[in-house]
């Protein structure tokens, strides 16, 4: 059995980054129902979808969902998976599901110990319902730039240049 990683505050603030934070339920670019910082308000949650949510029950939202990626990726990674990969990880996990991930070539690569390899896996996952979208082209850059270790500075300065470039 090896070391659980949980998600650093490096990592969520991460995710808030690109989730941002929504008092009232929303449609996400994926056409999913969405409140606080990401959280897909499933069936079971019918009250969320009236709610107005404060930024601490968001946060408390968040934590749940991030408990669930983390126990998946505790189990799927391999001993020993270092701090700022986990959290680049959790990132995209977050956002694309663990289901898709679980099928993922990024995942096998992670698992081959390839991890060149699968930090290039980051660029493909920039599609919602078969449209590139350019935020996750972002996203996926600095989930990217995390995975190999980059500081906080530069994944910020990256961002901040993408997001200035336009596309069209």
Not at 76 to 102: E, K, M
Request: charged residues 20%; aromatic residues 8%; glycine residues 8%.
């Amino acid at each position: 059995m090896h070391t659980q990683l949980n998600t650093s505050p490096r990592g969520i603030a991460l995710i808030e980054s690109f989730e941002g934070f929504s008092a009232m339920p929303y449609l996400c670019p994926a056409g999913k129902l969405t409140i606080g910082v990401g959280h897909v308000i499933l069936k079971s949650e019918p009250y969320l979808r009236t709610a107005t949510l404060t930024p601490l029950q968001a946060r408390a939202l968040l934590r749940a969902d991030l408990c669930t990626v983390e126990v998946f990726l505790n189990a799927a990674l391999p001993a020993g998976f270092s701090q700022f990969r986990f959290d680049a990880l959790v990132s995209l996990v977050f956002n694309i599901g663990t289901g898709a991930f679980a099928r993922s070539t990024l995942l096998k690569r992670v698992k081959a110990g390839d991890l060149t390899s699968a930090e290039a896996e980051f660029t493909k996952w920039v599609f919602s319902n078969g449209q590139r979208l350019r935020g996750l082209e972002i996203r996926r850059t600095c989930e990217a730039m995390m995975f190999r270790g980059c500081s906080d500075e530069s994944i910020e300065d990256i961002r901040v240049r993408l997001q200035s470039v336009r596309h069209g």
